[in-house]
């Protein structure tokens, strides 16, 4: 149980999370039920490879590059980030990657020139980590699970608007949450409230946030 928690704990990691979703939003086949609506389905194989790429290494590549080397520097002890206190220059750098992410599509891509998930999703990221870092201040409240919540958020706000809506992999996403706050309450990382509150916290911010999004 112990072995299979870590492996959880890594193949679900907070940065994982959101990449995992938008994958799934760009190559599965599914179009808007508003007919005005842009499909990411449908863009350019190109596009949709250099868009992703994009997102991976803001949302993903950089920040872990960052918690390596902030680790490096013995500004956090460990990169699961156990203490508390070590959390709050972490969470801003994610916070700032995911501002700069966000902007960046506005700047390449303004007007909603691209579906409008692109500037929702790394917009949501920014605002759940800002609560993250308020929060922090007096419960360690967990990223693991709040990684779960933007998945599956994000998820349900994309497929409510869309056809052909994967629900084993919605499924998949919502079991795949639950087991990583086992591992993580197993592995005695958090308490309940902790890992409770982050995914609620994450999943509603984020489908707000992407349902409520202007495109």
């Known amino acids: 149980m112990r072995v299979a ?6 193949v679900f990691l907070p940065l994982l999370m959101p990449v995992y979703g938008l994958l799934i939003s760009l190559y599965w ?8 609506a842009s499909t990411m389905f449908n863009l350019p194989s190109a596009i949709k490879s250099q868009l992703f790429w994009m997102f991976f290494v803001f949302s993903c590549a950089a920040p872990g590059i960052s918690f390596v080397m902030l680790h490096q520097r013995k500004i956090i002890s460990t990169i699961d980030m156990e203490n508390a206190r070590e959390r709050n220059v972490p969470l801003l750098i994610m916070f700032a990657y995911c501002i700069i992410l966000f902007l960046l599509f506005l700047y390449k891509a303004p007007n909603n020139l691209l579906p409008k998930y692109f500037y929702a999703l790394p917009l949501s990221g920014a605002l759940v980590t800002a609560l993250f870092m308020f929060i922090n201040r007096w419960i360690k409240i967990s990223m693991h699970a709040g990684g779960g919540g933007i998945l599956c958020g994000y998820l349900i706000a ?9 629900l084993l992999l919605i499924s998949l996403a919502f079991l795949a949450s639950g087991l990583t706050i086992s591992a993580r309450l197993f592995l005695n990382k958090h308490l309940p409230i902790e890992v409770y509150s982050g995914w609620l916290l994450a999943f509603t911010t984020t489908f707000c946030c992407n349902w409520f999004y202007p495109g």
């Open 5 to 10: 928690s870590h492996i959880l704990s890594w």
């Open 29 to 36: 086949e599914a179009e808007p039920i508003k007919y005005s």
């Open 158 to 166: 994309f497929f409510l608007v869309h056809t052909n809506a994967p």
